[in-house]
């Protein structure tokens, strides 16, 4: 019985993220940028499938621009799981993408949290969020984040996580500028460049004015990586502007790029302006969708236990109940 149960695929969602806001500090010994972040996840999601085999660990992805072989974050994580934990299993790994790929959303980091997370329940290891979390930081600044999810701060590399009292509820709009941008590339853009960083701590202002209940801050927030990702990027300015105007125009709480691009993304209160918003993107012949964000409890109840007898929670991930961004006109690829 219990071989029968290991021996079914488990499915899952790695959600996106969005950074509502970015500040760079400093550079650090290791090579790695001191950051400040707030993360949050949203509804748009990769699809992942597990199925236990023999001992190869292997990779099938729908999207030609993912590696199928062991630089994927993916297989990186599960050899790594398998090293760590002592256990000889293989599994096969089937990746459908919807994440834009190299977008600043997470989507690889995500995958490699998903897979982590997956198979300490098919392998049956029990080590839990934070029992993954040393392999986690060890493949990437913001695996540890996809550990936790929800509306959370980002300190050191990104990867020390803490998830704040309040969680954010609003409708996302991403618009995808269809222009893949190395992470590595546009912090080394950053460090070139002679302005001198603020340091206003804006995210611990935004935080602060949140938690006293003086409505939400959003004006506060922005992104370090925003100008550097632009001056990599400089055939994008035109495209930014004319997303952020969309948005902003359409009454977006905030409208940022996420993380170092070149996804941007605005957030709403109001689910008709974000239905506009993105009809006005798709107009004008961007890629946009819409979705939700996703809290901390949404983000726990994926990777829940299966309650006996109910289809919910990881294995049964289809029944749509977080905000299934197939269902608000995600366009698909
Ligand atoms: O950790 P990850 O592989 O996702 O980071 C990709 C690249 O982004 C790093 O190689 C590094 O150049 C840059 N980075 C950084 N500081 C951070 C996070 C990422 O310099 N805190």
């Not at 459908?96 to 690889?108: F, H, M, S, W």
């Not at 930081?137 to 704040?164: I, S, W």
């Not at 105007?245 to 605005?266: D, H």
């Amino acid at each position: 019985m219990a071989a029968a149960a290991a021996r079914r695929p488990l499915h899952l969602r790695a959600h996106a993220k969005v950074n509502l806001g970015l500040e760079v500090l400093g550079t650090r010994a290791d090579g790695y940028h001191e950051l400040r972040t707030l993360f949050q996840t949203i509804s748009i999601h990769d699809d992942i499938v597990l199925r236990a085999q023999g001992s190869e660990i292997t990779i099938r992805c729908d999207h030609p621009a993912v590696p199928t072989d062991e630089t994927n974050l993916a297989v990186r994580a599960a050899r790594d799981l398998r090293r760590f934990a002592g256990v000889a299993h293989g599994v096969a790994i089937t990746l459908t993408k919807r994440i834009p790929v190299a977008g600043g959303l997470g989507g690889g980091s995500s995958n490699a949290a998903a897979v982590l997370m997956g198979l300490d329940r098919l392998w049956r290891l029990g080590l839990g969020p934070a029992g993954l979390h040393p392999l986690a930081r060890r493949l990437g600044a913001d695996v540890p984040y996809f550990l936790l999810g929800g509306t959370a701060l980002g300190l050191g590399r990104g990867d020390e996580v803490y998830p704040l009292w309040r969680q954010l509820r609003a409708e996302v709009v991403v618009v995808d500028p269809e222009r893949p941008l190395s992470t590595a590339a546009v912090f080394r853009r950053l460090d070139a460049s002679l302005t001198a960083r603020d340091g206003t701590n804006r995210i611990f202002r935004f935080i602060s004015s949140d938690l006293a209940g003086h409505g939400t801050a959003f004006p506060i927030l922005s992104n370090d990586l925003e100008r550097p990702a632009l001056e990599e990027a400089p055939d994008l300015a035109a495209r930014v502007d004319l997303i952020r105007g969309i948005l902003i125009r359409e009454g977006a709480l905030m409208a940022s790029l996420s993380g170092s691009g070149a996804s941007y993304f605005g957030l709403f209160d109001d689910p008709s302006r974000a239905r506009k918003a993105q009809l006005r993107l798709v107009a004008r012949g961007l890629k946009a969708w819409r979705g939700r964000t996703l809290s901390l409890d949404q983000y726990r109840r994926l990777w829940a236990p299966p309650a006996r007898g109910r289809a919910r929670g990881v294995g049964q991930g289809r029944s749509g109940q977080h905000g299934d961004h197939r269902r608000q006109g995600h366009p698909g690829r």
